[in-house]
């Protein structure tokens, strides 16, 4: 099959969470399997030189946009059997972040003519389109409304969410002003939901099939509490609603090779992590202690992600015990103060790095003890499955792809991965990492989880095949 993929973010050229992650490992997993991928991501300033350079010229276009003819040029880069194509245009995508530019829905909807005018142009046809998240939702409606596209429009569409809760929602008039269709498509609901043009919805409504990341989460956006407005929908094409289980690159995370971490090791040679930790703890100048656990999160700092849980525990916990505690993170303001402050009340014990570090991420899945998650809603979580195959033992709660994969230890089969607790009382997850902390001061068991933790399959292997056979089955 040819298989065409569009999404804002890819890894390494351009990531900022999990679905650039997807991005890097899913395609290239597919075309392992013997299918035709090509991945269309915009060229974003950002992407390293290492990169750009290797880039080569494959066309320049144009198309009508906003009244204009705007131009872009389609640059390619070869890699792991699959073909990348980006999207050069620098008044959209020549600045310094990805996201949370005041013109996101023009540069995502000129996106989304720019993947739809390469596609309508190449010469072998795709068999189908899989988009991702709202940035290219709207593929599938233009594909189907626009006559600028018949000649591809019997192409088929999956769109995969990768957490609902960002859904694209402006005004009717941006989406007048952006996409120049029929104002009709609002009035009659086809782009509007609870009176805003919502990109997600479209793509939900028009798409042949919808996945998401997990099982779990695929029945919890079903709910009211986790549906963001939009379970009604979802349950309406609940028939075409499949959850399959994303998987993490296990090249680029493999303990056993990974360049940049301070030593590398496996199960077998597991001891190699207090070399990891020992070089964190002088890397930000923590007391250099074998003994004492160190517990890390990596992660955006957004309400999603139970920062505030952490909030009500951890200055408790680290008035109260001998831990250590070394943030990786950014986002919202008002969490950033929180672990700022916590380093101040706490020097010898915790650290905290604002801002996004791929390589200091690496060497922290490899030396800490102990991985938070007291994520509220976790689509699938990708940082639970990197800590596991790290030997870091996730404390995570019990919701979505994190209920998927996390599994409470029994200390009498000696089975578990981790440890889980019920996300609605902070106090649970208190209780769920004071058990982790308790088994930490047990050798005989703690060898035991990271060890159960390691030999857990985490590779794309398993649901790469689940997409195959879902595009064959729409095909
Ligand atoms: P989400 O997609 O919701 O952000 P995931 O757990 O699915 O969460 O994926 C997060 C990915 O982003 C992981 O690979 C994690 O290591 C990485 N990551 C998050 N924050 C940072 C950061 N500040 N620096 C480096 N990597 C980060």
Redesign the pocket.
């Known amino acids: 099959m040819k298989i065409i993929m569009a999404a804002a973010e890819c890894?390494p050229f351009a990531?900022?969470?999990?679905?650039?992650?997807v991005m890097g490992a899913l395609p290239k997993e597919l075309s392992r399997l013997g299918h035709e991928l090509n991945v269309i991501v915009p060229k974003y300033s950002l992407i390293s030189e290492e990169y750009i350079s290797e880039f080569a010229l494959k066309e320049s276009l144009e198309f009508d946009f906003k009244g204009q003819q705007m131009s872009f040029r389609v640059l390619e880069y070869n890699h792991a059997g699959v073909k990348f194509l980006f999207v050069e245009n620098d008044d959209y995508f020549k600045r310094d972040q990805i996201y949370g530019q005041v013109d996101d829905s023009e540069r995502y909807a000129f996106f989304n003519r720019a993947v739809l005018e390469i596609v309508r142009r190449q010469e072998k046809p795709a068999d189908l389109l899989h988009v991702h998240d709202w940035h290219t939702a709207m593929v599938p409606f233009l594909l189907k409304e626009d006559q600028r596209y018949t000649s591809i429009s019997s192409i088929k569409t999956v769109l995969t969410i990768?957490?609902l809760q960002f859904q694209g929602k402006f005004s009717r008039g941006v989406f007048l002003e952006n996409f120049e269709m029929d104002a009709r498509y609002y009035d009659d609901g086809s782009v509007e939901w609870n009176g805003n043009f919502n990109s997600l919805k479209t793509g939900i409504s028009y798409v042949d099939k919808v996945t998401t990341v997990s099982p779990t989460y695929r029945d919890e956006i079903l709910t009211d509490f986790y549906g963001e407005k939009l379970n009604s929908l979802l349950q309406e094409k609940e028939q075409d609603l499949i959850g399959i289980l994303?998987g993490?690159d296990t090249e680029v995370y493999n303990p056993a090779t990974d360049l940049a971490i301070e030593r590398e090791f496996d199960a077998m040679s597991i001891e190699g992590k207090q070399v990891n930790k020992r070089a964190i703890q002088s890397r930000v100048g923590l007391p250099e202690r074998g003994d004492v656990p160190l517990l890390t999160m990596?992660?955006?700092l957004s309400g999603?992600?139970g920062i505030d849980v952490l909030q009500e525990v951890l200055p408790t916990l680290l008035a109260e015990q001998e831990i250590q505690f070394v943030l990786?993170?950014?986002g919202e303001e008002q969490y950033e103060q929180f672990f700022k402050k916590l380093a101040i009340d706490f020097p010898n014990k915790v650290y905290v790095?604002v801002?996004?570090?791929?390589a200091?991420?690496h060497l922290l899945?490899a030396g800490a003890d102990i991985f938070l998650?007291p994520s509220h809603f976790?689509?699938?979580?990708?940082?639970?499955l990197?800590s596991m195959r790290y030997g870091t033992v996730p404390v995570a709660n019990k919701t979505g792809?994190l209920k998927d994969t996390v599994i409470e230890y029994d200390e009498h089969l000696k089975a578990g991965n981790g440890f889980l607790s019920d996300f609605l009382q902070n106090k649970a997850f208190s209780l769920a990492l004071e058990r982790c902390l308790a088994f930490y001061q047990q050798p005989e068991h703690w060898e035991v989880i990271k060890k159960n933790g390691m030999k857990g399959d985490y590779s794309w292997s398993r649901s790469a095949i689940e997409y195959a056979k879902l595009y064959d089955r729409i095909i």
């Open positions: 890894a990531k900022a969470g999990g679905l650039a992650d990768h957490n994303n993490i990596i992660s955006r999603q992600k990786l993170g950014s790095h801002g996004f570090d791929e200091f991420a899945y998650m976790e689509p699938c979580g990708l940082s639970q990197i792809g």
